[in-house]
């Protein structure tokens, strides 16, 4: 199945975190726009998160260590490892996760 | 972990088409350069795929259907589904795979 990502609706999940979502029987993929400064709070999932740097800088914590992301980056974030992060700039960022993130659907 | 893409040894999977791999304990990210006119014949396999154009053209043909793929958009080809394809253009796309290609790892 073919998707446009400008044609697919955006959600703001957090607050400055815009996301457009495609899932599969076993993948959720989020494209988000971030805007610069907003911060999702330290968190963790059974999912296996696997972070495609596009646009910007990010700030990722992954178990207490901080990790200044730019593009050509790829942070791969195994399953109930905690992690937050902070945009530094506006940041495009495609996340994949595995299993699907039931929560995403909307 | 993180993965600096320019870092990650390439490998000539099909003749035209040099990936860079990184593998998850579910998925298996494929960050391909394909040269202009590289063809992929006709396969399928159990794994999900999902084709994220970056940068070109991509014929992709799932299930006899051809689909001219250009970046912005995201094909979703399902377990077991029948594709090929030919890069019109130089293109460089991501193809994320659920459950992990084993033949990918080099």
Redesign the interface.
């Known amino acids: 199945?073919?998707?446009?990502?400008?044609k697919i609706a955006t959600k703001e999940v957090f607050p400055g975190f815009v996301g457009r979502f495609?899932h599969?029987?076993?993948?959720t993929?989020a494209f988000w726009d971030i805007k610069q400064g907003s911060m999702v709070p330290e968190h963790s999932h059974l999912h296996?998160q696997?972070v495609?740097m596009q646009e910007g800088e990010f700030e990722l914590i992954v178990d207490g260590q901080p990790?200044l992301?730019q593009p050509?980056?790829?942070?791969?974030i195994?399953?109930h490892v905690k992690h937050s992060g902070r945009a530094i700039t506006p940041c495009k960022i495609?996340d994949?996760f595995?299993?699907v993130r039931e929560d995403y659907k909307f």
């Open positions: 199945m073919n998707h446009l990502l400008e495609i599969t029987q076993t993948m993929f296996e696997v495609n990790h992301l050509g980056m790829v942070f791969t195994p399953s495609l994949v595995s299993p």
